[in-house]
């Protein structure tokens, strides 16, 4: 993408607290051209979602608020602020032509009233106090329609609790505790009890469930997206009104960061995992909002250690112009303009959620975290392994690369692409995972990190109606062996009612520290055809050429396939698969050119996987599944050869 004009997020250092503020303006800046003349409706694309156009501009309207609030709270300046306080009057006009309209049930209304709100309650001198006597009872009004109406039972709970917050700010008679209090008391039977130390294994807690008990995913939601956010800037409005629930808070704000550090690698990318991941650099808002909240962090770490997770996360987004349209508004994707890996609630301006990534600009330039210098991630004080049970996750940090393997999570509901958001074996921060295109081809299901499978009965076109399939719904997954040496994940799932699959997935060991190994028990009714796919990679080698190109079936330099195993190496690393299955004929390797747009970083992509036929009965699979991000190719051949051993206990 060629932008139109220079750009100072994408030439950012972000370095100091001027760095940080630059960024967050050269975000709001190009919104300028799409704003009407009301300043209510911002308009920046025409990609469709299930809420209609009205809220799709509000949206817009409403998700720069988050950096815009936290920018001009810590002493900023932007002389743009006028549109928003000129939007927030015309948008909640209902005699106006750019009224947004009030909250009816389950309304994304509700969902962009929790930036408004953040803004009345931070800086009502800025957003609400200069507004006329019509314009200040028009928002109390639009505010208090999402009290007592229908709304999801996860954390939209909190976009309430924030309205709520916002009309006790102004002192208005819509102000409902009664309601407050109710959501406060839902969300509270959301989270999850701390766990104690076991083993070698430090403890872990301050999680949240996005939603009640049948609700099994545990993603950035439960984090920097909704819930750690909202807790902490609930602590830092309610210090004195509600301290002891504020004071719980910020306890487990700080146990919850302990187990937070290991999602980002050491360069301060994070690892892509579940929904919304068009949030992008969203992900690094709960240490953001520890500086707007003043949560002192727990030991080990310190304030440089935060400081340096938040600014060497922005720097990983720096040069990305992929991420941007031609004009800087940013575009809906990951690593690049991309609507296939999207939910249907992502509209053009679903992406600003992102500025929630500036609230540390809140904190005056005294506060410790712009004073004190950067410290690198807390390799020295922190073990490489991590079991964090209420993700169900195993964090890995050998290797000079970060993933984590994961078991235990699903879709609660009909989620596009929801089994490669949730179900995949192992999610990286180098190598992110892949969506499926369609269901033609093993290149359309894009079966990266995990293991798919397809019926081969004769006469049975197309495996029982389907072409592949994947784990969509892990079984009595856990995480075994916690704070021993044999720590692993377990879980089983049935593609078929005649087909069970029991899955262990074991971490790197000390000496084969870029390889981890999966273990895999078939019962089946019927024969099969599989296809076990490593980390998908760059497909492009340094000599511009697809490395595997699926029409012609030529294989350009950096692919290697053979009998037992595949490797590719292109400018992110190394990546490959190998199959260590013993007593039978080994899968053949092969490089998969997965579909354009699959892969969330990658729009060009190469997946190494392994393919065989397994007849009806119990068969036994073992793979080692190798990533070396990029260190040189003498280093790839060393790390390559440190292959791992079987432990004989997982057959016991």
């Known amino acids: 993408m060629v932008l139109l004009q220079p750009n100072a997020f994408v030439e950012n250092a972000f370095k100091t607290r001027e760095d940080v503020e630059r960024g967050c303006i050269a975000l709001l800046e190009p919104l300028k051209a799409h704003t009407s003349a009301g300043g209510a409706l911002i308009d920046i694309g025409s990609t469709a979602t299930h809420y209609d156009l009205r809220a799709v501009a509000l949206e817009t309207f409403a998700r720069p608020i988050w950096g815009l609030t936290s920018l001009l709270v810590g002493g900023g300046h932007y002389e743009g602020v006028e549109r928003w306080v000129r939007g927030l009057a015309n948008g909640t006009d209902p005699k106006g032509p750019e009224y947004w309209g009030g909250a009816k049930a389950k309304d994304q ?5 929790s930036p408004l709100s953040f803004a009345i309650s931070m800086a009502p001198d800025v957003f609400f106090s200069g507004q006329s006597d019509e314009a200040k009872e028009n928002i109390s009004a639009f505010l208090q ?7 999801p039972d996860t954390n939209w709970l909190w976009f309430r609790v924030f309205a709520n917050l916002a009309l006790r700010t102004i002192k208005s008679p819509h102000f409902n505790p009664e309601q407050m209090s109710r959501d406060l008391a839902r969300l509270e039977e959301f ?3 701390p766990h104690p130390p076991t083993g ?3 403890g872990s807690g301050g999680w949240s469930n996005d939603g009640p008990e049948d609700v099994h995913q545990t993603d950035y939601y439960s984090s920097s997206f909704a819930i750690q956010f909202a807790q902490m800037t609930y602590a830092k409005l309610c210090a004195k009104t509600d301290p002891e629930r504020s004071q719980k808070f910020i306890d487990r704000a700080r146990q919850f960061v302990l187990d937070f550090v290991y999602y980002f690698n050491d360069d ?3 690892i892509p995992f579940g929904r919304s991941m068009v949030y992008r650099f969203a992900v690094i808002s709960t240490f953001s909002a520890m500086v707007l909240a003043d949560v002192e962090p727990p030991a080990p770490l310190q304030w440089g250690h935060i400081k340096g997770l938040v600014l060497r996360h922005l720097r990983s987004w720096t040069g990305k112009t992929a991420i941007f349209r031609s004009d800087g508004t940013l575009n809906i994707g990951y690593g690049y303009d991309n609507m296939n890996m999207t939910e249907n609630y992502n509209a053009p301006g679903s992406p600003y959620w992102c500025m929630k990534a500036f609230a540390c600009l809140a904190a005056p330039p005294t506060h410790p975290f712009w004073s004190c210098s950067e410290l690198p991630w807390p390799s020295d004080l922190f073990p490489l392994l991590k079991a964090i049970p209420d993700p169900h996750h195993i964090m890995c940090r050998h290797g000079n690369h970060t993933f984590l393997l994961s078991s235990g999570q699903q879709p609660h ?6 089994p490669s958001k949730y179900c995949k074996f192992a999610y990286s921060s180098v190598f992110g995972f892949s969506c499926a295109t369609g269901d033609m081809d093993i290149a359309q299901t894009a079966g990266d990190s995990m293991l798919a499978l397809k019926d081969a009965t004769p006469g ?4 029982d109606g389907e072409t592949w399939r994947v784990r969509r719904k892990p079984i009595d997954a856990e995480i075994v062996g916690r704070g021993t040496p044999r720590v692993h994940l377990r879980s089983s799932w049935k593609p078929w009612k005649d087909v069970t699959v029991e899955t262990w997935l074991l971490p790197p060991q000390a000496d084969s520290p870029n390889w981890y190994l999966r273990v895999h028990r078939l019962r089946s009714d019927r024969p099969l055809l599989t296809s076990e796919g490593g980390w998908s990679t760059y497909g492009q080698g340094d000599d511009g050429r697809a490395v595997v190109q699926s029409f012609s079936g030529e294989t350009s330099r950096g692919g290697e396939e ?7 190496t292109t400018q992110p690393g190394c990546v490959g698969i190998l199959d260590l299955t013993k007593g039978q004929d080994k899968r053949k390797g092969i490089l998969v050119q997965t579909d354009p747009q699959s892969n969330v970083i990658f729009s060009r992509s190469v997946l190494p996987s392994l393919q065989g036929t397994l007849e009806a009965g119990e068969t036994w699979l073992i793979t080692a599944v190798f990533g070396l991000p990029h260190t040189g190719e003498a280093r790839y051949t060393e790390e390559w050869n440190k292959q791992p051993v079987v432990p004989d206990w997982i057959f016991s």
């Open 200 to 202: 070698d294994s430090s």
């Open 268 to 270: 301060g990318a994070a």
């Open 109 to 113: 209304r509700m969902v962009e009233m």
């Open 191 to 193: 989270q999850f009890p």
């Open 562 to 568: 053979q009998v037992g195993w595949a490797r590719v």
């Open 145 to 151: 329609t999402c009290i007592g109406k229908p709304m």
């Open 460 to 463: 049975v076109e197309n495996g």
């Open 413 to 418: 509901y009909a989620m596009r692409h929801g």
